[in-house]
């Protein structure tokens, strides 16, 4: 997704991601994967309650012309190989910072014996891995790369998203570099789930147009910033159904920072499995030795207020440990047989 005219993609990895694209869909049950190329993530979908937020900008949108006009050149290809040199995913990005710096998906670059970046101009860099954090299914690389190609993109701030937001996806969908694509906010506060399992809040829902290998790329507003990096998909088809989901630039913001100053992200842990059946935080079971087992917390108990916010589901508890670091001390409040209990524990860091 450039003022170049658009490159003849590769045939042989073309056909190749459209076959991948379409495994393991069965009759009529809806799928939510991943959008790389190495199809072998799929996850749940849940519907949250959606808070009302602010108006995303107060200045006249940008046309979709426009907004790929200022970002093109900071959107990039990864080609990911395994310690044998052969290709196995294939996903999008993009420049993060002057100092070559570059997210991405965590899914996009899993297993990755070299990473090659390829850039508005054609040409390609290598790129080392600086780390990666599945809770959040998103990574940083470094590529080898002249400062004249590298273009860093602005992050928003996605937490003032609205649902009618016009949204614009950059990326490289089956191979095909430099494709742009438009279309709303669908609905915001979505959950899914991270590659390891753990809740990813507050998730971007769009109808713009992804599909396998716009996995990393950006979802840029009408302003022309990043306010979330695509991830996956909801498709009985396994290609773009119209449902996407793309993870907030707010938590990017966080976890990138976190990866290229150490190499790892921290999460705060309590240590508890939500019972995701449930309209309220019900909790289904506590791991041995975390500080919900250390505090007397039991599987059916029912958790209303932590720290200090009311909590009326899974997703909402989920989000308040989130908002937290490894360490902190929290009062935690919650029901049993009727009756209601406050503890205080110190969160500790999830475990990968």
């Known amino acids: 997704m450039s003022l170049q005219m658009p490159r003849r993609p590769r045939p042989s990895l073309i056909a ?4 991948v694209a379409c495994l393991g869909v069965g009759g009529g049950v809806l799928l939510s994967t991943s959008l790389s190329s190495n199809n072998d993530t799929r996850t749940v979908v849940r519907q949250v309650t959606v808070h009302d937020s602010q108006s995303a900008s107060t200045t006249s949108p940008l046309s979709v012309n426009e907004i790929y006009r200022r970002a093109y050149k900071g959107v990039v290809e990864l080609i990911v190989s395994n310690s044998g040199g052969a290709a196995q995913s294939q996903g999008s990005g993009f420049v993060y910072d002057s100092n070559g710096d570059v997210v991405t998906n965590q899914h996009v670059v899993a297993g990755a014996g070299s990473i090659s970046v390829r850039f508005w101009n054609g040409n390609s860099y290598d790129a080392a891995l600086v780390g990666t954090d599945r809770s959040t299914d ?3 690389v470094k590529v080898s790369a002249p400062a004249s190609v590298l273009s860093a993109l602005a ?7 609205v649902v009618g937001d016009g949204v614009v996806a950059i990326g490289s969908p089956f191979g095909l570099e430099e494709t742009v694509t438009s279309g709303i906010v669908s609905a915001l506060h979505r959950s899914i789930d991270a590659p390891n399992n753990f809740t990813i809040p507050d998730s971007i829902q769009t109808d713009a147009a992804i599909n396998h290998g716009n996995s990393g790329g950006p979802l840029l507003n009408a302003e022309g910033r990043v ?3 695509n991830a996956q998909i909801r498709s009985e088809s396994g290609d773009n159904a119209g449902v996407g989901f793309a993870i907030p630039s707010n938590a990017i913001r966080s976890v990138a920072s976190q990866l290229i100053s150490t190499g790892k992200a921290e999460h705060a842990y309590l240590g508890v499995t939500l019972d995701s059946a449930s309209a309220r935080a019900r909790v289904a ?3 041995s030795g975390t500080p919900a087992d250390q505090a007397g917390i039991r599987a059916d108990d029912v958790v209303t207020t932590f720290d200090g916010t009311e909590v009326s589901n899974s997703e909402e ?8 670091k490894p360490g902190d001390t929290v009062s935690v409040t919650y029901v049993r047989d009727g009756q209601s209990h406050t503890v205080k524990l110190k969160l500790a860091s999830r475990p990968s």
């Open 317 to 324: 508890l989920a989000r308040a440990i989130n908002a937290h």
């Open 227 to 229: 306010v979330g990096v």
């Open 285 to 287: 079971g506590v791991r």
């Open 16 to 19: 190749s991601l459209l076959a």
């Open 138 to 140: 998103l990574a940083v």
């Open 155 to 161: 992050l928003g701030d996605s937490s003032k998203l």
